[in-house]
């Protein structure tokens, strides 16, 4: 067993030294699970704070989630964290999942409400004998298992907050419940990111928030994922891309500089580290390290 993998996730964060970090999803087929354990043999070397792991709406890649986390904990230098989600389960299947992951040599896990089971966008269902919020999922965690728990943050305020005042008071809440940390959705923008902290901070939110980033290397997926958390492009992006529309290598290259001025200003700017969304796929990732003359 990877002895790293005991070690608490927001004590690492709290240390003082920068976290980087990359995350993951549970592949659907042979093809996907080689190109998955391919990127966290690359992303290896280069020491990252931890690793996270998704979870499919409604806990549909639970044993997935599992399976990997605990293979990294096992096979690698790394420290894992597992994604746990509200979505269609009871609070007895919450706590059958953190058995399965202290078992699988798991101890850090992120908390998430989730999306809806009908996708982005549909309407919230509850799970009876379950629970329907982030900081709910938190207390529940952390009364029943000895795991380090961090949660999600929203540069724009997440899509169902009636304001931004709103949406912090939520991430103060899931604070009191026990989160050690919280890692953002993509940031679009520096200055997003700049603007929830100092939000979180007013609201008394005194943990690490952890920006997360995914460089743009296709303008129509980019588009499409800003669009499944109901977010707009910047305007100052999309015109940084406009003349690359008939350049694919040309505008991968851009996406990527526009990637690591964000990651060079939210750092100078204070931020506790770097979360890098991969889609399984290392290349990016490295490509913004060297950029930034982080090394391994």
């Known amino acids: 067993m990877n002895i790293e993998s005991r070690r608490s996730i927001g004590a690492l964060i709290r240390e003082g030294k920068r976290s980087f970090s990359f995350e993951f999803f549970p592949p659907k087929d042979e093809a996907g699970e080689e190109q998955l354990w391919q990127a966290i043999r690359d992303l290896e070397p ?11 709406a409604g806990g549909t ?21 597992a994604h746990l989600t509200c979505v269609g389960h009871t609070v007895e299947e919450i706590q059958q999942v953190l058995t399965s992951l202290a078992d699988s040599g798991v101890h850090n896990v992120l908390a998430l409400r989730g999306d809806p089971p ?13 629970v329907d919020y982030a900081s709910d999922l938190v207390r529940v965690i952390k009364e029943v298992a000895d795991v380090s728990v961090g949660v999600a943050a929203f540069p724009e305020g997440h899509v169902d907050a009636a304001t931004l005042d709103d949406d912090v008071a939520v991430l103060k809440a899931k604070q009191d419940a026990g989160a050690e940390f919280a890692v953002t959705e993509m940031v679009l923008r520096s200055s997003d990111y700049f603007a929830l902290v100092e939000r979180a901070k007013a609201a008394g939110v005194d943990f690490p928030i952890i920006p ?3 460089p743009i290397l296709n303008i129509n997926s980019m588009r499409r ?20 529309e008939e350049d694919p290598a040309g505008l991968r290259a851009e ?3 526009i990637a690591t001025q964000m990651c060079e200003e939210m750092l100078a700017g204070g931020a506790p580290g770097l979360h890098f969304y991969t889609l399984n796929r290392s290349k990016a990732t490295r490509e913004i390290f060297e950029a930034l003359s982080i090394t391994a």
């Open 118 to 130: 009908g996708g982005p966008g549909t309407e919230w269902v509850s799970t009876h004998g379950g």
């Open 46 to 56: 280069y020491r990252p704070t931890f690793v996270s792991v998704t979870y499919g």
């Open 212 to 214: 997360g980033v995914m």
């Open 255 to 257: 996406g990527i500089r």
């Open 61 to 81: 890649t639970r044993d997935t989630t599992v399976s990997i986390t605990g293979r990294i904990a096992r096979e690698t230098s790394m420290v894992p964290m």
């Open 225 to 244: 994922m800003v669009e499944l958390s109901r977010r707009e492009m910047p305007a100052e992006v999309v015109d940084r891309l406009r003349p690359f």
